[in-house]
């Protein structure tokens, strides 16, 4: 059974330019939530979609926003990049959204860098 | 205020020293409590889940468990391949509250 597949695994960008994740669930699975993880400030949970809709999002700002198509893929874009946003994107899927005691399970994550 | 705290940071064994990793929560509705583990460069894998206070869950040399303000991750004989970050993960009112790790380091 595939995993949970993020696409592209590195990304170099400069500040000010945008840039948009991948991110390919488990077979089956229709949760899929994104993390930043740097490593003074730990996993950071950005948002949740369940079924093309965001069940929950956490303390970003605006530039960062996400979207789930009806296969379940989900992207994450953020405009207007800053320094600050070089992270480990992290995106994970599980079989119902938060609070159904289900797993979540992680891809890879994108690497960011910003220039 | 949800929160999760693991201890302690960072830990340093010998090959066959077992040791246990500590993570204390205080959440209003425990719905789950996850332990994962995460490589260099990579994303977290799951390892466990643990629902009620009283629950053990085994996997190898890990054996997690849990009570109603803490859970453990007891490692057994660990190998250097053992060394890894450890990441747990508490569900409450809809979303997963993460510490901040422990890192293993296990020497030959």
């Known amino acids: 059974k595939a995993g949970v597949t993020q696409t592209p695994r590195y990304l170099i960008k400069t500040r000010g330019q945008q840039v948009t994740l991948s991110c390919s669930p488990i077979?089956?699975?229709?949760?899929v939530s994104w993390y930043q993880q740097t490593p003074g400030q730990g996993l950071q949970f950005l948002f949740e979609?369940?079924?093309?809709?965001?069940?929950n999002k956490g303390n970003f700002p605006g530039r960062f926003s996400g979207r789930q198509f009806s296969n379940s893929r989900s992207e994450m874009n953020v405009s207007t990049l800053e320094l600050g946003d070089s992270a480990l994107y992290l995106c994970?899927?599980?079989?119902?959204?938060?609070?159904?005691?289900?797993?979540?399970?992680f891809g890879d994550g994108t690497r960011l860098s910003i220039l | 205020e949800d929160q999760v705290t693991q201890s302690p940071e960072a830990l340093r064994l010998q090959e066959g020293e077992s040791s246990s990793l500590n993570c204390s929560y205080t959440?209003?509705?425990?719905?789950?409590l996850f332990w994962y583990r995460q490589d260099p460069g990579k994303g977290p894998e799951f390892l466990f889940t643990?629902?009620?206070?009283?629950e053990e869950k085994e996997k190898e040399r890990l054996k997690a468990t849990l009570t109603k303000k803490e859970s453990f991750l007891h490692i057994t004989a660990p190998k250097p391949e053992d060394s890894a970050t450890y990441l747990c993960?508490?569900?409450?009112?809809?979303?997963?509250?993460w510490g901040a790790g422990t890192k293993l380091i296990i020497k030959p």
């Open positions: 979609y369940f079924s093309e809709t965001q069940r």
């Open positions: 643990l629902y009620s206070a009283g």
């Open positions: 959440v209003s509705g425990l719905r789950g």
């Open positions: 077979s089956g699975h229709r949760s």
């Open positions: 993960a508490v569900e409450s009112n809809y979303q997963l509250i």
């Open positions: 994970a899927s599980s079989l119902d959204s938060a609070g159904g005691g289900q797993p979540q399970h």
